[in-house]
C-alpha cells in the first residue's frame, strides 16, 4: 500500500488571522506540510449562544484570509464538520501527525469537545499541540502569577506570518478531501461591522488617528461611542487581531493623552475577564458566588419579549434594545443598562437573558459576557450593586434623545421633554402634537420605582448574608490581583 504523505494540522478557532497566531507559528515549524481548516460545527451553529451573524463575520474574515493565502498556494479548507469527522475524512488522504490549535477559553460544548479530542487524538497518535492565547493561562489556581505571565506574553513582540509555498498543502492537492460543505451563503448585512483583517485594521487605523480623541468623553453615550470607542471588539473576540497586536500598535506612539490610557486600561480587562472565566467556567450556568443559587426568581415571559423586541416602554432601554437586534453593538454603559432593567427592575435570573443577548452581540465572548452579566446583575458578592435608573441615563447619555428618534421612530413627535418618559405627557399635549402613543408606543410596563425597591431590598439583604460574605472572600482571593490591584471595572458607572 502507497504510503500517506504526513502533515500538520492547523485548526483556526477563535483565532482568525494568519498574523501574530502562535499555533500555526509553531505548526509551520513542524518539518511538515501544513493543512489548515476552519470548521462550522453543527454542535456550535446549533447552539443558543450563536447566531448566523456571528458566521458571516466568521466566513468573511476566512474569505480574507484565503485571499492573503493565494501568494502561498494554499487556502484554509472551510467545512461544516465537526473535528473528529473531519480528521476521519482527512486520514483517508493523508497521514496526521500532529494538530495545532489555540486554547479556546469557551462554553462548556467546546470544553467538552476537546476534553474528546484529547482522548481521539491520543488513540489515533495524533500529537496535539496547544498554546495559550491573548494572554490567558490555564491551570492557574489563583492570579499570583497572572500579571507577569500576561506582561511578559503582551511585551514579547507579535509574531510575523512569514511562509512558503511548499510549507503547506497545495490547494491542488485539497481537492481530494470532500467535506460536508457550508448550509448558508454569506450575507452582507450593512448595518453590522464586517468581518475581515482588512476591517479590522481599518478601525484600528482610524481610532489612532482620529476617533479616539473623544473616546473619555463618549464612552458612555449611545450614540456617539459608535464612532468614538474603537469598536475593535469583534475583531478581538474573534482573533481576527491579537490583543497584543493592538497593544504594540499603541506602544509605538511616543504620547498616550487620557483618552488612549484609558483605551488600553479597558484593553486589558479584556484578558482579565476571560481569564476569571477559565478559572471558573461554572459561570456559564451559575453564580459565581454561592451564595445567590437560591435566589429564586420566575421567568415571566411577557416581560422577557418584551425586554427582547425593545417594547417595554421605558424609551431608553427599547432604543439599546433595537439597536443591538439591528447592528450587533452596543456600548459598555448602555449593555450594563439592558442587563441591569432585566434582571433588578423586571427580576429575571440573569439566565433567562444570556442566550438572548450572546445571539445579538458580535463580539459574544464567553468569558466577558458572563462574568460582566454576573456583575451587572448584582450576584458576584463583591461589586456594589448597581440597580441603574434608566431615566436619569437616558437623560445624562441621550440628552438630545437622538438615539431615541432614531430607534424608536414612533416617539419621533414626542417634544424633547418628554421623550424620556413619553408616559408623563399631559393628554392635552398629546393631542396637540397629534401623537397616538397607546396606539404606537406600549406604556412601561413596570412600575421603575417600585421595581426599584423590591430589587434594592432582596439584593442588599442578601449581601449581607454569611454564605455570600463567604462566597465573596474565596472569589477575591482566586481572582483578585495581589496588593488588590483589581482590574475590576467599578470605576465605570
Ligand atoms: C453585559 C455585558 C456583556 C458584555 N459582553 C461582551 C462580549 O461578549 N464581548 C466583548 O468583547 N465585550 C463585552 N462587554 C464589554 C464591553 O461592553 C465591550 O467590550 C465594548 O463595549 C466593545 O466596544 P469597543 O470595542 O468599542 O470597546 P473599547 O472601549 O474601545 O475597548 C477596547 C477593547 O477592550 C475590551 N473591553 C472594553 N471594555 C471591556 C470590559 N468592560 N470588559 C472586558 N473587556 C473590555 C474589548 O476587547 C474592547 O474591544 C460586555 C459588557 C457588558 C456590560
Redo the contacts with the bound molecule.
Sequence with gaps: MKKKFEISVFWFRRDLRLEDNIALHRALTSGRKVLMCYLFEPMLQSDLHYSQRHWNFVLKSLNYINQQLQAQNTRVLIAREDIFSFLEKLALHFEIKSLFTNNETGLQLTYQRDLQLERYCKLKGISWQTFNHNGVFRALKNRKQWLSLWTDYTNQAPLAFSAQNEDFVSSESLKIVKCAPLDFEFTDEAQQQSGGRDYALKYLNS?IETRHKT?NYH?SKPEL?RKS?????PY??WGVLS?REVFHRFSALKKKNAHLRA?LS??R??A??IQKFEMECEMEFQSINKGYHDLNKPINTVYLMAWMKGQTGIPIVDASMRCLNSTG????RM??LV?SFATHLLWLPWQSISHY??RQ?L????G??YP??QM?AGETGINQIRIYNPIKNSMEHDAEGVFIRKWCPELADVPLRYLHEPYTMPPLEVAFAGIDLNQNYPRPIIDLEQSRIRAAEELYKRKKNTLVLREGRRILAKHTLPNRQVLL?SS?I
Design positions: 481610532f473616546y464612552i461611542s470607542c474603537s469598536r475593535l471588539s478581538i473576540a490583543t483605551f479597558r484593553l480587562w479584556q482579565h475577564f453593538y452596543l456600548n459598555f449593555r450594563a442587563v443577548l450572546a452581540f463580539d459574544f465572548e464567553p466577558i459576557h460582566q452579566i451587572q471595572d465605570r
